[in-house]
C-alpha cells in the first residue's frame, strides 16, 4: 500500500489545476484548518459522495491493567470518526488490493 503524502496531494491539485504548488498548499492547508477548526468546535463535516466526519463523545470506564491486574479508570474522550460516502465506500471496494510489506517485494521480483 502507498502512502500519499500531502506535498505529493498538492502537487497533483497544482497540475491539474493550473496553480502553482504554492498556492495550491495554501488553499489544501487552509481546508484542513477549516476542518480542524469546526471540528474542534463539536460540528459534524458533510461532503457529499465523499463522506463524513463527526466528533464522537467516549464514555469513561473502569478496566484492568493486562499488566498488573489492578483496576484502572480511562477517564471520558471525544475522538474524530469518519463514515465514508456513496461514491468512496463504491470506488474503494471495487479496487483490487495491491499486496503490501514482503508481499509487494515478492510481487517485484517476479515482475
Known amino acids: 500500500m502507498e502512502t500519499v503524502t500531502k ?4 502537487s497533483r491539485i497544482a ?3 493550473g496553480l502553482t ?4 498548499r495554501g488553499a489544501v492547508q487552509a481546508f484542513l ?14 461532503f457529499r459522495e465523499f463522506g463524513v466526519f463527526e466528533v464522537r ?3 469513561g470506564r473502569v478496566t484492568l491493567n493486562p499488566v498488573t491486574g489492578k483496576r484502572m479508570v480511562v477517564p471520558p474522550r471525544r475522538v474524530t470518526g469518519f463514515k ?3 461514491r468512496m465506500r463504491e470506488l ?4 483490487p488490493q ?11 521480483a517476479f515482475r
Open 15 to 17: 497540475d491539474k489545476t
Open 84 to 86: 465514508p460516502g456513496r
Open 21 to 24: 504548488v504554492t498556492a495550491t
Open 98 to 108: 495491491r499486496p503490501h510489506g514482503a508481499a509487494r517485494r515478492r510481487v517485484a
Open 33 to 46: 484548518d477549516a476542518i480542524i477548526e469546526q471540528l474542534a468546535l463539536g460540528h459534524r463535516i458533510e
Open 92 to 95: 474503494v471496494s471495487r479496487r
Open 57 to 59: 463523545n467516549h464514555k
Open 7 to 10: 506535498r505529493a496531494l498538492v
